[in-house]
T-cell receptor, first 116, second 111 residues
Framework: DAGVIQSPRHEVTEMGQEVTLRCKLISGHNSLFWYRQTMMRGLELLIYFNNNVPIDDSGMPEDRFSAKMPNASFSTLKIQPSEPRDSAVYFC??????????????FGPGTRLTVL | GQQLNQSPQSMFIQEGEDVSMNCTSSSIFNTWLWYKQDPGEGPVLLIALYKAGELTSNGRLTAQFGITRKDSFLNISASIPSDVGIYFCAGIAGNNRKLIWGLGTSLAVNP
């Protein structure tokens, strides 16, 4: 299995531009997590889907952020408009189960976003 | 919100030394997880703990679920250069099904 796939691996954009990050889950997994990692705040859960349905989006910073899961194997995280404070590494993770608790989360390699 | 205090923040050791790091919380946790993140990669699960007092090993790594359920420890024996990375603890408290993450311990190993 290829594992969780994220694209792009690196993104540099200017303030105000739209950014779209992509994630492909491990085949057969039905839970998807988007995280943001910064030095100051560590790993923060942004949103969590189960069976394509958003379960908890309380970590999404503000309306500029949106996430979708158009099918069982793919998700996008969009930032519009982007701001310099959005610069971070964004991780996608998937797991087999339907809860946040005991199922191992498998992380993708991350997208390093820089907003100038 | 709930916080996990992970210490030390960073460590620089000589190859062959043993390493110990810990994670504490003001709340009782039901599950403790330890992840490792290699440079440029996502975190990978090392050890999962589900019962107070549980001691689990994975090769040279050993982790324990504290008796008070408010802490966990990770030990690495006979460190090698490939142990370099950031080690994260994560846990689930009570009925809150969210995984709470520590800020990580950055480990550097001098060959």
């Amino acid at each position: 299995d290829a594992g969780v796939i994220q694209s792009p691996r690196h993104e540099v954009t200017e303030m105000g531009q739209e950014v779209t990050l992509r994630c492909k889950l491990i085949s057969g997994h039905n839970s998807l997590f988007w995280y943001r990692q910064t030095m100051m705040r560590g790993l923060e859960l942004l949103i969590y889907f189960n069976n394509n349905v958003p379960i908890d989006d309380s970590g999404m910073p503000e309306d500029r952020f949106s996430a979708k899961m158009p099918n069982a194997s793919f998700s996008t995280l969009k930032i519009q408009p982007s701001e310099p404070r959005d610069s971070a590494v964004y991780f996608c993770a998937s797991s087999l189960g339907g809860t946040l608790s005991t199922d191992t989360q498998y992380f993708g390699p991350g997208t390093r976003l820089t907003v100038l | 919100g709930q916080q996990l205090n992970q210490s030390p923040q960073s460590m620089f050791i000589q190859e062959g030394e043993d390493v110990s790091m810990n994670c504490t919380s003001s709340s009782i946790f039901n599950t403790w997880l330890w992840y490792k993140q290699d440079p440029g990669e996502g975190p990978v699960l090392l050890i999962a703990l589900y019962k107070a007092g549980e001691l689990t090993s994975n090769g040279r790594l050993t982790a324990q679920f504290g008796i008070t359920r408010k802490d966990s420890f990770l030990n690495i024996s006979a460190s090698i250069p490939s142990d370099v990375g950031i080690y994260f603890c994560a846990g689930i408290a009570g009925n809150n099904r969210k995984l709470i993450w520590g800020l990580g311990t950055s480990l550097a190993v001098n060959p």
